[in-house]
């Protein structure tokens, strides 16, 4: 991703005020004059009402309260304070050093080939020439060591933080600065690059910690807290609201990719990622992962992984050192009303099976090419990404 300042430039004109102030006294006797004219044939009442009146000195309000009562108080707004101070506490920066670097051009994050891909990530390394120059030396042959920066969430009493895999990806050395400015090297517990979700461990205890909600029961439209680091901007709270859920945005470059974003239009930025989106009880819901921006910065969307696929990862992770992660072994896609049509099929939603391999676990099952999977363990599902996401949930082995 590239990131660029923008700056506005003024100039000032100056007007001879002399020069204007006949023209200026007409208007200003011209506007009085209509007035006068409006209030006495329109019978122009309370201007406050925002409405004419011809037939009687009622006025008729067009703009109402929603709560029907004029003159009553609006609705009140969720207060998100609670939640703003819960979530910070547990909210930590996270700088990552990779000591060796190869003199070669710079790569793209995660290895990506296109920098202008507009799904880039929230990781703060390529914002550090624009504020304090190149820390890396811009190659040659004693380059400096690559220096990042992102955002962790605290999520057990005794150090355990969740961050993305690409905030820590190649890292020599993980640095976790907590709310309170206290510092701490953290070790590296395990990572899965196919949700892009790494799990680390501080020597601490009685860490303010996030309680998980259920990521399945976030609605659309119900608001929602990114907290994170951006620029560096410690603990920075921003408020939006769930956009979409069940996202395949194509960023993870992983054969085995688990792709089901939370979309939110919660302002968040680079140094976002491995930041907390909360909901307004202060449970932890998804961890900040990417954006979709042709600059670099917010221009509208921001994508979390769920936190229900974060929790199983950890609990993998602490059980197994790796992810122990189910797979059908079919070629799906969406099925929409074209297909529908074209397959002969009487739906409109869910996921369309194209093919199978001939030792996996969907044939197995007796699942068949042409099927159409409409609900996993009595729960809906009605495109291809909700779908790996609750395969993604089970182990090997585990019936759905």
Same mark, same amino acid.
């Given at each position: ?197 790494? &799990?680390? #461990?501080? !020597?601490?205890? /009685? +860490? ?6 259920? %990521?399945?029961? $976030? ?119 074209? &297909?529908? #049509?074209? !397959?002969?099929? /009487? +739906? ?6 194209? %093919?199978?391999? $001939? ?42």
């Amino acid at each position: 991703m590239f990131y660029f300042f923008t700056k506005n430039n003024f100039k000032i004109h100056c007007i001879m005020l002399k020069k204007f102030m006949p023209l200026l006294f007409a208007a200003l006797l011209g506007s009085a004059a209509t007035w006068a004219i409006a209030y006495r044939v329109l019978n122009l009442d309370r201007l406050g009402n925002f409405a004419f009146t011809n037939t009687n000195t009622t006025a008729t309000p067009l703009a109402r309260f929603t709560s029907g009562i004029m003159g009553g108080a609006a609705s009140t707004p969720a207060d998100f304070t609670a939640a703003a101070e819960t979530t910070t506490q547990a909210v930590v920066h996270i700088k990552s050093v990779e000591k060796t670097m190869q003199p070669t051009a710079q790569k793209t994050p995660r290895g990506r080939s296109n920098p202008f891909d507009p799904f880039g990530d929230l990781f703060g390394d390529d914002m550090f020439p624009f504020f304090f120059g190149d820390p890396r030396g811009g190659g040659g042959a004693n380059p400096q060591p690559r220096v990042g920066s992102g955002s962790g969430v605290i999520i057990s009493n005794d150090g355990y933080i969740v961050t993305n895999n690409h905030v820590i990806d190649g890292a020599d050395k993980i640095e976790v600065t907590l709310h309170d400015q206290r510092e701490y090297e953290a070790e590296l517990i395990g990572t899965d690059p196919s949700t892009d979700i790494a &799990l680390l #461990k501080i !020597k601490e205890s /009685n +860490l303010p910690a996030l309680p998980l909600a259920n %990521s399945d029961e $976030a609605r659309v439209g119900q608001w929602v807290l990114a907290v994170g680091n951006p620029f560096n901007l410690e603990s920075t709270v921003t408020a939006g609201i769930v956009s979409a859920k069940g996202r395949n945005i194509n960023i993870l470059n992983d054969k085995s990719a688990i792709e089901s974003f939370i979309q939110t239009d919660a302002a968040v930025n680079p140094g976002n990622s491995g930041g907390a989106l909360v909901n307004t009880d202060g449970q932890l819901i998804g961890i900040n992962t990417a954006i979709a921006s042709q600059t670099g910065s917010f221009t509208g969307y921001s994508f979390a992984v769920p936190v229900n696929i974060v929790k199983k990862v950890v609990d993998d992770i602490l059980d197994y050192g790796v992810v122990q992660r189910g797979y059908l072994g079919v070629m799906i896609r969406d099925l929409n009303g074209s &297909l529908a #049509k074209e !397959k002969g099929i /009487n +739906l409109s939603q869910g996921v369309y099976v194209d %093919s199978l391999m $001939a030792d996996g676990s969907g044939y197995a099952a007796g699942i068949k090419s042409g099927d159409v999977i409409v609900k996993i363990d009595g729960a809906a599902v009605r495109t291809a990404p909700e779908l790996q996401e609750m395969i993604g949930r089970h182990r090997p082995g585990r019936r759905c």
